[in-house]
């Protein structure tokens, strides 16, 4: 049986790439590290590590063991939050990962809402995209991740579902996407006028700025349904710089409903694009029930995503 302790050396050497470093994220001797890691290759019976030059990487069974160790070791500490808190030992732990944008909205009305109804609750809060969140989630180093898929009518075969190797997802939101132009010098429509739905093709020569790998993709393929391949000459995942470029006229762009409800930029105009929307899912791992904090904590997010009136509060530059 391997031992948790050597695991957790290798984890560290592998985080940290080196013994030396290892050893002192881990506060350890530096040979006792290498003893660790020495035994855990009597253990398993090959070679973890390897030397290159002056250092050490390693090996493929060496990077294998670490992956598979660090999940171990994440659901382990998250074993242990939670028995703490079941035992009455503390109230609880809730750790959570979202994209900026839910980080700007919805979490920070459901964490000051949860900490007002459960004094003594740890709440930890991470910056994420999707695929790190849902790597998080499966090691065990956050309880819930917040994460988001697209869907595009005329183009996939059904909205997406959240559930995927052991997760299970709730539904916050699903929102709609918009086209974002600059604001015409003389301004844009009166409150009272409609505001159309958005033509991509009309913007075909136009440069456009593009977000995360995933938003590009999206956008891409968008584009290429409407009939053009769009001319990316910006990229940037900060939704206000992003509509900063669009105001000062150096592009177009597309984005979901949350990034206008943190922060709007008053140079810009947005247009729904028809069919085009963003699930938003709170995910967690394992089989339920979960810790009660972590239900709790879905439960509000649930109820923050209900009101939008909560999250357009947090936006004083928010149409």
Known sequence: MLDVTRLRVLVAVARHGSVTAAARALNYAQPSVSHHIARLEAETGTQLLERVGRGIRLTEAGRLLAERAEEIIGRLDSAEAELAAHVGLRQGRVRLAAFPSALGTLVPAAAARLAAETPGLEFMLTEAEPPEALRMLQAGYVDVAIVFQHYQQDIDAAPPRPADEGTRGVLLLDEPVHLVTPAPATGGPGPAEPVPVADLMAHAASRWIAGCERCRAYLVRQCESAGFTPRIAFTTDDYLAVQALVAAGLGVTTLPGLCLRAARHPGVVTAPLAGARRYVFAVTYGRSPGSK????????????????????????LAA
């Not at 904090?293 to 004083?316: E, K």
């Open 293 to 316: 904090a972590t239900a709790r904590l879905i439960d509000t997010l649930q109820q923050v995503a209900a009101q939008p009136d909560v999250a357009a509060r947090l936006a004083p």
